[in-house]
């Protein structure tokens, strides 16, 4: 028996991996093409993520894209009804809500695709992601480099004492590590006593 693909089949695509790994730049390019194919694209961020714009996606490299800010995930699933293509920057920001969400668009025939960090400051899985990995029908792992070695970079190193799970910021803030160069906060507290 034949397999039948139907054609409004929806999907979740997570892209995910370090600060500064070229997560948004590729986010950006796959939503261009679809535009380029004259499908309906919504694009959205959280509104806690100002960094360079506070209406667009932008990447480290200044590329961009106009979006539209939310605070919940409940917003993106209200404003993407009419879209064929949906994008979600940054969904680390989000509660663990945006897996249904991301779900029922998907389930609705819609592409769902996802840019966000898969490991927090503390080398720590950071949800929603890897909820999101679980469900997805194709993931993509982006890396950078290295800044102490210049070695792949799947880390992201946080250089200040801040504390709180989320803080935004660019290099001022964190810097990409490979996993022989990374080590937790905690341990540079126990090298200094």
Not at 73 to 101: R, Y
Not at 176 to 188: G, L, S, W
Request: include cysteine.
């Amino acid at each position: 028996m034949m397999h039948v693909v139907h054609r409004h089949t929806g999907w979740i695509e997570v892209i995910c991996g370090s600060m500064f790994s070229g997560k948004t730049e590729e986010l950006i390019r796959r939503l261009k093409r679809a535009m380029i194919a004259r499908q309906k694209v919504a694009i959205f961020k959280p509104k806690v993520d100002t960094r360079y714009s506070t209406t667009e996606i932008v990447s480290h490299d200044k590329q961009k894209i106009k979006s539209i800010v939310v605070e919940s995930p409940q917003e993106i699933l209200e404003k993407a009804l009419e879209a064929q293509v949906v994008g979600i920057d940054e969904a680390q920001f989000f509660d663990d809500s945006l897996v249904n969400i991301c779900q029922k668009l998907a389930n609705m025939g819609k592409r769902v695709i996802i840019a966000g960090l898969d490991q927090d400051y503390l080398g720590k899985p950071f949800e929603p992601i890897p909820q999101l990995l679980a469900v997805a029908e194709y993931i993509t792992k982006t890396h950078a480099i290295c800044v102490v070695c210049g070695n792949p970079a799947n880390h992201t190193y946080r250089k200040t004492k801040q504390k709180d799970k989320v803080i935004v910021g660019a290099s001022n803030i964190y810097e990409a590590r490979c996993r022989n160069c990374f080590h937790a906060p905690e341990e540079d507290e126990e090298e200094e006593k």
